[in-house]
């Protein structure tokens, strides 16, 4: 089912006016940029002595966002930080996005405008400059792609498959917040449209936290800075963005590094808006933040004697990390030491494409 992208401009979209209002608005570029919006492809003059970075994402209505819990400039700002925070995972400097929109009849100039207006306020924190795309119209909701370019020195890229036994297991942040955020924007939802008669227990608990965890959804932080450190001091042996959940991604590291790793269930950076969260809808705090994607964070690998470092780094940098585990031989597979000390086989409990929806039931954070 298309959903109407805005009730406030009844006018139809078109093509033509949409990239000349785009090239205005944010077609000023700087010097590398030899031609950008308005032609059939952009120019881009490399930068001397650095790789390329490339990624991309698709981002569907229904899977991805929900506009009845996310306004259309939260989209475009998501949308940006999934690649920025990709970007990050690499220790790279992002650079150049181009959008790919394709959009039902029912969605107006005036979404749109909100869309890049999301998009391009965190493109513009972190110096991305727009430099093309294409619009389409879609039979049935909103999707996005976005593609953006970013550059890594020569052997300081961040990958994912560096990661050796011994190794410790940090992450920066805190987990969890996202989804926490996501289920009381769901929860609000839903008693707005039982016709306002009750509240949500999820939304009994202080409007302080409420707030905090709604925007670590809607806004998140793509780990740039955090992300050039490991790369420029050659601290990290693999790292990767947490946007799928701890669990899932660290299975990914694991797999592609062909290791196993505990972690520590104690360890595991808990905000208090989610701990507050937690208890007033009766669910471990452990069990979100091993299942919660989206937050962004970085998930990374230190060798011990490089820890001392990092730490002494990041502290004078201002920047939150915690070290959560270790890197394990593989035939250990991936445990979670409980907080009675008894190790057990860590679930997979992230978002998987083609496996149903993100699980929201209460379950255990691990099972024998």
């Not at 120019?43 to 009845?68: K, M």
């Not at 790292?239 to 290791?259: F, T, W």
């Not at 979100?288 to 970085?298: F, V, W």
């Amino acid at each position: 089912m298309a959903t109407r992208c805005s009730p406030l401009v009844a006018s139809r979209l078109d093509e033509f006016r949409l990239i000349r209002d785009l090239h205005r608005r944010f077609g000023r570029t700087g010097p590398s940029v030899l031609c950008g919006i308005g032609d059939d492809a952009a120019i881009i003059r490399p930068f001397p002595g650095h790789h390329l970075i490339l990624t991309t994402d698709l981002l569907a209505e229904g899977v991805h966002f929900n506009l009845g819990t996310a306004t259309f400039e939260d989209v475009g700002y998501k949308a940006a930080v999934a690649n920025l925070s990709d970007i990050a995972a690499m220790g790279g400097i992002p650079h150049y996005v181009l959008v790919a929109l394709a959009l039902p009849a029912s969605c107006t100039p005036v979404a749109v405008e909100q869309f890049y207006q999301g998009l391009m306020g965190a493109c513009r924190s972190h110096g991305v400059q727009l430099v093309g795309g294409d619009t389409s119209s879609s039979l049935r909701g909103v999707f996005i792609s976005l593609t953006m370019t970013g550059s890594v020195e020569p052997r300081r890229a961040l990958t994912r498959d560096g990661a050796r036994e011994g190794d410790l297991v940090y992450v920066t942040g805190t987990l969890g917040d996202s989804l926490a955020g996501l289920t009381l924007l769901a929860a609000g939802r839903t008693s707005r449209s039982a016709g306002g008669t009750r509240r949500s227990r999820l939304l009994l608990h202080g409007d302080r936290y409420r707030r905090a965890l709604i925007l670590r959804h809607l806004r998140p932080t793509p780990r740039l800075k955090e992300g050039r450190l490991l790369a420029t001091h050659r601290l990290a042996t693999a790292a990767i963005d947490v946007s799928d959940g701890l669990s899932g991604d660290l299975a990914h590291v694991c797999e592609q590094s062909n290791v196993g790793a505990e972690i520590e269930a104690a360890a595991l950076p808990l905000s208090p808006a989610c701990r507050a969260y937690a208890a007033a809808a009766g669910l471990d705090p452990v069990g979100i933040a091993l299942r919660g994607g989206e937050d962004y964070e970085l998930l990374f690998t230190v060798p011990p004697d490089k820890r001392t470092t990092l730490e002494r780094r990041a502290r004078e940098a201002g920047y939150r990390i915690s070290r959560i585990g270790t890197i394990q031989p593989k035939q250990l597979g991936l445990r979670l030491k409980g907080r009675d000390g008894v190790s057990r086989r860590l679930r997979i409990l992230s978002y998987r494409h083609f496996q149903g929806s993100r699980a929201t039931q209460r379950e255990a954070a691990w099972s024998h």
